[in-house]
């Protein structure tokens, strides 16, 4: 992944420079989720919609 290493440097920037770790993680979420939605449509859209969970028919049988 190309993404994630630069939202953790930052994150850990962001850390280091007194912002709790919550805050910085949930930025990195944030800012991931961002890119992907920007730069990325179609796997943001994979993720949004597994491929892999049961379909809504399958409990109704």
């Not at 939202?7 to 991931?32: D, E, K, P, Q, W």
Request: charged share 10%.
């Amino acid at each position: 992944n190309v993404v994630l290493p630069p939202l953790l440097t930052v994150a850990a920037v962001a850390y280091h420079l007194g912002i709790s770790r919550v805050v910085a993680i949930v930025f990195a979420v944030f800012m991931l989720n961002a890119v992907l939605f920007v730069c990325i449509p179609g796997l943001y859209a994979s993720w949004r919609t597994p491929v892999w969970r049961p379909e809504p028919d399958a409990d109704a049988g």
